[in-house]
């Protein structure tokens, strides 16, 4: 019938439309009549043959024509709406959005466009892998009013996925799911009271804007859910999603904004670029070269370059071919592409083969401006964002000034002619190669690093990248000096403001550790120092050696019998023989008659000594990591061998018994946006030690998958983890949707942000499944084994319950009982400092900022505050033998102390002799004056750039006391006096890298290094911090003080940061980082603005003698409003981010 397919939507369009006109006139309320282009039962993505993984029984030009005939009987037909629906392959969805636009272009009158995908199961992907946010950025771009999800799944099963859907986009959101999920026969068992339930929680929740059936759903359902959600408010559309980044996606979404680090885009997928790839291509060796794509994965690549520009090659059919084989290949296909070709048909081949958002490289003016519009709305249209070279109808640019003006027509052509989003335009204004013998060529480096810098200070939201490659031509075949060029290169572009660029991505030398002669050399060649600079780089290249290492172990400890020698090995720690112990325990069959049996008998008696030990204080938790990591080790051999048993046993009885060698099974996470995870790792080998089975979801874990392990794996208790204060309203959400989910597992709280009150007052009202607040890891197995106890559960359940319920009325009769004044009154009696008596501080010795590459850990190690290692160990002394070295004279501790700070020591050693950690930071200094609340920042012409917003103490005090903010420490505007502000960034970098050097059973040295890498970073936080105070600032360029006053902050001037008690926002980090530029170190913000890598710190400097470290305490209602309304924010996102600090209970 697909003759009939313009009659027949034709038609039906008709007859919805008369509906529609009929029910307005009888209701009085406007009807409308949707169209809707379904998705076909062919898809683009995915063969329909198993054995040709590239092939394809449809053509994106084929769907396209059949969309465009349907959309055209469906306009002419009356329809007020076209909806593209039911979308299980987002190719599909994109040659539909294609055929529209292309109708609306051809003077069809426009019409609301709605697009719903379908999630096919709960892994929240569509049938062609693409996530909820990579759907969402793939199909934008057809500017849709109402996006969302219908079909497949029922309404239980889809939430998740449409709150997804709702944070990631600020069209309307619309959802009609299933009545469930079908039965046995296939039939639909939800009833239309259910349905109608379940959506009216959507609507409740604010998730929705748009709301109806799918299939089994009857006019019955219909009408059900209509009456349910009569009275519900629709969905609040938010302000900002993602406005500041360049969306991308691959099967998953890439965000590209402000605080994003330089972004390699693989470059080994090109012909022109790589012999072997184009020897591969060439001789039809596809899957060789779907492997190079892998490489560049695992190597780093953000983005995969492709190019199929070769003379003796089809570059169309490659394109395509290729393409369409990554699509098979998951682990690639996650990626965005890079659709890289000279030739516009090769670029189109490549467009109609992805599904997700890809990158056009590239389109120029150089044939005029009618060819570059018309291809740019092609490439708009296909939904990609796109390159432009910097060249124009004369050529070429290659001096700065012909560079920016080129890329400046080009800007105003695609955003105000063509439509473009500025975030989507990526200009690329040459690398060339230098040091080629032309003189002309010398300075190619340097015009592109200021052209860059011009092009992103002048045109808002566009990125900038390049082909590295090109610029260390001249030096073919010299790799080693090739790969150190790039590092140089990108080092000083990417500060300039290149986001992304064409790179071999495996092999990129970090910039600090090139050798000292090579780097200097590059640098002079960059920058044009040095007129015999080739000469001298070919001469180095030429002399280049290699260079091997050698490592040396020596242990000669044996004894005993082998379950004597597993537990002797397990009690201290020793791994070195028992992979060989174990296959001893595990060959003789007589006594251990299955694998099981000696991780039940031997490896179990050894923990249990371990546990005994601990639990009474005589051995500390440094040494039960230790011997964790023996008995990981162990099992971890044993393991192939119970799986082959456990398989021959499923397929004997169909039981499956292995889960029950263990206590209990705990899901432990980091909560989304966090990324702190040293205390939840403790956790989990304390727990592990006890015979618990741990299954640790990492850092940054989304609610949805923390949910669905705890179902998948049948825990027992779920725990969460976070440091930084957003993390406690991400905890908060997690309890809500356990409750909503019906879940009753014990859900345990930890971290260091968390607290019993917190936990009690806005945690366990969300749930009511036990919630308990786990102080520290040794207290873990105490609640744990409490609440697997079946005598002891419901009197511990009770006795939590009521003790939360005693903290509940507390917190909430102390918020009663406080007084909070109003924050006029606070302003009133703020710090009141006389500027004349007391000045300001001297200016610093210079504005702007410095970085501080590859800082000296030396300078850094005497800086350390060795208390809170100690800490995180939790070896803790008792008065006077509390800090260090007091504590290596405690009587309980001490002993385990004085081991761990040796080994603390070797550890940090070998750091610093195999420069396996590094320390790199940036500081910088600005002109500020404050104004009421607030810090307005000055650029050297004293024009106002930034401000930071302040937060003021509102709990009542004394008569004569002040109340204190931030701002107090600045010069007031009105003073007359200029002041300063000071701010830092700091991080240890390499701690993941060096933890991988470990084997996966050696949490004990994992631990160590990130303890460490937390102390290196405060460190060097301290030591930049004296510097500030005796050089940079130099406001105490007399100070002389000890590490031991530094920690006890005996010094003149503060350095709080934003999320702490002087400033609990964690916002007012975009601030510090868009003066800072901090990703230019490689410190970034999460979207709940913590700091990677974790190992890192940051803040302002204030220098005036009398600042002072102080809390704002809880605020009242009148700040939060007038602070949201100075940071021009809604309040409900304000209370949000200050939701530990209300002096109020939102709810």
């Known amino acids: 019938m697909s003759h009939l397919a313009y009659r027949l939507n034709f038609e039906s369009a008709k007859l919805a439309k008369q509906a529609a006109v009929e029910m307005t006139k009888e209701t009085g309320i406007k009807r409308y009549a949707v169209g809707a282009l379904g998705p076909t039962n062919r898809t683009l993505s995915i063969s329909p043959s198993v054995e040709r993984p590239d092939y394809r029984n449809i053509t994106f030009d084929q769907l396209v024509e059949a969309y465009a005939e349907q959309t055209k009987g469906l306009l002419d037909g009356g329809v007020d709406v076209l909806l593209v629906e039911t979308i299980f392959d987002t190719a599909n969805a994109k040659a539909a959005i294609f055929a529209i636009q292309t109708i609306f272009d051809d003077g069809y009158p426009e019409v609301p466009v709605f697009i719903s995908g379908t999630i096919v199961d709960k892994s929240g992907r569509t049938l062609s892998g693409q996530t909820a946010e990579a759907f969402i950025i793939s199909v934008s771009h057809g500017n849709p009013l109402c996006l969302g999800l219908n079909c497949a799944l029922g309404a239980s099963e889809m939430r998740p996925f449409i709150e997804c859907i709702g944070m990631s986009t600020k069209s309307f959101v619309i959802c009609y799911p299933n009545a469930g999920l079908p039965n046995t026969f296939g039939d639909y068992?939800?009833?239309?009271?259910?349905?109608?339930?379940?959506?009216?929680?959507?609507?409740?929740?604010?998730?929705?804007?748009?709301?109806?059936?799918?299939?089994?759903?009857?006019?019955?359902?219909?009408?059900?859910?209509?009456?349910?959600?009569?009275?519900?408010?629709?969905?609040?559309?938010?302000?900002?999603?993602?406005?500041?980044?360049?969306?991308?996606?691959?099967?998953?979404?890439?965000?590209?904004?402000?605080?994003?680090?330089?972004?390699?885009?693989?470059?080994?997928?090109?012909?022109?670029?790589?012999?072997?790839?184009?020897?591969?291509?060439?001789?039809?060796?596809?899957?060789?070269?779907?492997?190079?794509?892998?490489?560049?994965?695992?190597?780093?690549?953000?983005?995969?370059?492709?190019?199929?520009?070769?003379?003796?090659?089809?570059?169309?059919?490659?394109?395509?071919?290729?393409?369409?084989?990554?699509?098979?290949?998951?682990?690639?296909?996650?990626?965005?592409?890079?659709?890289?070709?000279?030739?516009?048909?090769?670029?189109?081949?490549?467009?109609?083969?992805?599904?997700?958002?890809?990158?056009?490289?590239?389109?120029?003016?150089?044939?005029?401006?009618?060819?570059?519009?018309?291809?740019?709305?092609?490439?708009?249209?296909?939904?990609?964002?796109?390159?432009?070279?910097?060249?124009?109808?004369?050529?070429?640019?290659?001096?700065?000034?012909?560079?920016?003006?080129?890329?400046?027509?080009?800007?105003?052509?695609?955003?105000?002619?063509?439509?473009?989003?500025?975030?989507?335009?990526?200009?690329?204004?040459?690398?060339?190669?230098?040091?080629?013998?032309?003189?002309?060529?010398?300075?190619?480096?340097?015009?592109?690093?200021?052209?860059?810098?011009?092009?992103?200070?002048?045109?808002?939201?566009?990125?900038?990248?390049?082909?590295?490659?090109?610029?260390?031509?001249?030096?073919?075949?010299?790799?080693?000096?090739?790969?150190?060029?790039?590092?140089?290169?990108?080092?000083?572009?990417?500060?300039?403001?290149?986001?992304?660029?064409?790179?071999?991505?495996?092999?990129?030398?970090?910039?600090?550790?090139?050798?000292?002669?090579?780097?200097?050399?590059?640098?002079?060649?960059?920058?044009?120092?040095?007129?015999?600079?080739?000469?001298?780089?070919?001469?180095?290249?030429?002399?280049?050696?290699?260079?091997?290492?050698?490592?040396?172990?020596?242990?000669?400890?044996?004894?005993?019998?082998?379950?004597?020698?597993?537990?002797?090995?397990?009690?201290?720690?020793?791994?070195?023989?028992?992979?060989?112990?174990?296959?001893?325990?595990?060959?003789?069959?007589?006594?251990?008659?299955?694998?099981?049996?000696?991780?039940?008998?031997?490896?179990?008696?050894?923990?249990?000594?371990?546990?005994?030990?601990?639990?009474?204080?005589?051995?500390?938790?440094?040494?039960?990591?230790?011997?964790?990591?023996?008995?990981?080790?162990?099992?971890?051999?044993?393991?192939?061998?119970?799986?082959?048993?456990?398989?021959?046993?499923?397929?004997?009885?169909?039981?499956?018994?292995?889960?029950?060698?263990?206590?209990?099974?705990?899901?432990?996470?980091?909560?989304?946006?966090?990324?702190?995870?040293?205390?939840?790792?403790?956790?989990?080998?304390?727990?592990?030690?006890?015979?618990?089975?741990?299954?640790?979801?990492?850092?940054?874990?989304p609610c949805q998958k923390i949910l669905d392990t705890a179902v998948l794996e049948k825990a027992d208790f779920v725990g969460l983890s976070g440091l930084i204060t957003p993390s406690l309203d991400e905890m908060i959400h997690v309890a809500k949707e356990m409750e909503r989910n019906r879940m009753n597992l014990p859900l345990l709280i930890g971290g260091a942000t968390t607290s019993k009150t917190h936990t009690a007052v806005k945690i366990a009202p969300k749930y009511s499944g036990p919630t308990v607040h786990v102080l520290d890891a040794s207290k873990s197995v105490v609640v744990c084994g409490s609440l697997l106890d079946p005598k002891k559960k419901n009197d511990f359940v009770e006795e939590v319950a009521e003790e939360y319920q005693e903290i509940r009325e507390d917190h909430y009769d102390s918020l009663k009982d406080r007084i909070y004044v109003s924050i006029e009154f606070a302003r009133e009696h703020r710090l009141k400092i006389d500027w004349n008596e007391v000045p300001p501080a001297v200016p610093p010795t210079f504005l702007g900022r410095k970085i501080f590459d590859d800082y000296d850990l030396n300078r850094i190690i005497p800086c350390i505050d060795w208390k809170p290692f100690f800490d995180v160990w939790q070896l803790r002394g008792k008065y006077p033998n509390r800090g260090y070295p007091n504590i290596f004279n405690d009587a309980t501790v001490g002993v385990e102390a004085k081991r761990l700070f040796d080994e603390g020591q070797s550890m940090l050693s070998r750091i610093v002799s195999e420069r396996s950690l590094s320390c790199r930071g940036v500081l910088g200094f600005w002109r500020a004056n404050a104004v009421s609340d607030d810090i307005h920042v000055y650029d050297n012409a004293n024009n106002h750039i930034e401000t930071f917003f302040g937060l003021r103490q509102q709990a009542e005090k004394p008569a004569n006391e002040s109340y204190f903010c931030l701002s107090d420490f600045v010069a007031p505007k009105d003073s007359g006096k200029m002041d300063h502000i000071g701010l830092f960034a700091v991080s240890c970098f390499g701690v993941d890298e060096l933890c991988k050097k470990f084997e996966s059973y050696d949490d004990y040295n994992m631990i160590m290094v990130k303890a460490l890498a937390d102390r290196l970073a405060e460190a060097f936080a301290e030591e930049l911090h004296t510097r500030v105070r005796k050089e940079f600032w130099g406001y105490s360029d007399d100070e002389r003080l000890t590490a031991a006053e530094m920690h006890k902050i005996k010094y003149t001037g503060i350095r709080p940061a934003p999320g702490y008690p002087s400033q609990p926002d964690h916002t007012e980090k975009t601030t510090m980082w868009k003066l800072?530029?901090?990703?230019?170190?490689?410190?970034?913000?999460?979207?709940?603005?913590?700091?990677?890598?974790?190992?890192?710190?940051?803040?302002?400097?204030?220098?005036?003698?009398?600042?002072?470290?102080?809390?704002?305490?809880?605020?009242?209602?009148?700040?939060?409003?007038?602070?949201?309304?100075?940071?021009?924010?809604?309040?409900?996102?304000?209370?949000?981010?200050?939701?530990?600090?209300?002096?109020?209970?939102?709810?």
């Open 189 to 701: 068992d939800e009833t239309p009271a259910i349905t109608g339930q379940l959506l009216k929680s959507f609507a409740e929740d604010g998730l929705v804007n748009i709301v109806g059936g799918c299939c089994g759903t009857t006019p019955d359902h219909i009408r059900a859910i209509a009456q349910a959600v009569k009275d519900c408010s629709p969905r609040k559309r938010p302000k900002n999603v993602y406005d500041d980044h360049t969306l991308l996606s691959g099967l998953e979404p890439l965000r590209i904004g402000p605080f994003t680090n330089f972004v390699n885009i693989g470059e080994r997928c090109n012909v022109a670029g790589s012999s072997l790839f184009c020897k591969m291509i060439k001789e039809d060796r596809y899957e060789d070269a779907l492997n190079v794509a892998k490489a560049q994965v695992e190597n780093g690549a953000i983005i995969l370059d492709i190019n199929m520009d070769e003379g003796m090659l089809d570059g169309k059919m490659a394109m395509a071919k290729f393409v369409n084989l990554i699509s098979s290949e998951p682990d690639v296909a996650k990626l965005p592409l890079c659709i890289d070709s000279s030739n516009f048909e090769t670029l189109e081949a490549g467009l109609k083969c992805t599904q997700g958002k890809c990158i056009v490289n590239s389109i120029s003016l150089k044939e005029g401006e009618q060819d570059f519009v018309e291809k740019a709305k092609k490439i708009r249209r296909y939904g990609a964002a796109v390159i432009v070279m910097a060249f124009d109808e004369e050529g070429q640019a290659t001096d700065i000034q012909r560079k920016v003006d080129i890329c400046a027509r080009s800007y105003r052509i695609l955003v105000e002619k063509v439509g473009f989003n500025p975030q989507d335009v990526i200009f690329d204004p040459n690398i060339l190669t230098i040091a080629t013998g032309m003189e002309e060529h010398n300075e190619y480096g340097i015009t592109y690093i200021e052209a860059t810098r011009l092009i992103k200070a002048t045109l808002p939201g566009c990125r900038v990248s390049g082909g590295v490659s090109n610029f260390s031509f001249s030096f073919r075949g010299k790799e080693r000096v090739r790969e150190a060029m790039h590092s140089v290169f990108l080092y000083h572009a990417i500060k300039a403001g290149m986001d992304m660029g064409i790179v071999n991505a495996g092999n990129l030398p970090v910039y600090s550790s090139i050798e000292a002669k090579l780097l200097q050399l590059c640098e002079n060649l960059l920058w044009n120092k040095d007129p015999e600079g080739t000469e001298k780089l070919l001469i180095y290249a030429q002399e280049m050696g290699k260079s091997d290492k050698k490592a040396v172990v020596d242990d000669d400890w044996r004894g005993g019998d082998v379950e004597d020698r597993l537990e002797y090995a397990l009690v201290r720690g020793i791994d070195k023989y028992v992979v060989d112990d174990t296959e001893e325990a595990r060959a003789d069959s007589t006594k251990y008659p299955r694998p099981l049996n000696i991780i039940e008998g031997p490896l179990m008696k050894g923990m249990g000594v371990v546990g005994d030990l601990f639990g009474s204080g005589k051995m500390f938790l440094p040494q039960v990591i230790k011997s964790a990591r023996v008995m990981k080790k162990a099992v971890g051999y044993l393991i192939p061998y119970m799986e082959k048993e456990r398989e021959e046993n499923f397929r004997l009885t169909g039981i499956d018994d292995l889960k029950s060698a263990f206590t209990g099974t705990v899901v432990l996470a980091t909560v989304k946006g966090d990324v702190h995870d040293i205390g939840k790792n403790i956790v989990g080998v304390v727990l592990g030690c006890n015979n618990y089975r741990v299954i640790d979801l990492g850092v940054m874990t």
């Open 1076 to 1147: 800072l530029n901090a990703d230019d170190i490689g410190t970034q913000l999460t979207e709940s603005l913590a700091m990677i890598p974790a190992a890192s710190v940051s803040g302002l400097y204030f220098a005036h003698p009398k600042s002072t470290y102080f809390a704002t305490g809880k605020l009242s209602k009148d700040q939060v409003v007038d602070y949201a309304r100075r940071k021009d924010q809604d309040v409900e996102t304000t209370e949000k981010w200050l939701l530990p600090v209300l002096a109020y209970d939102v709810n």
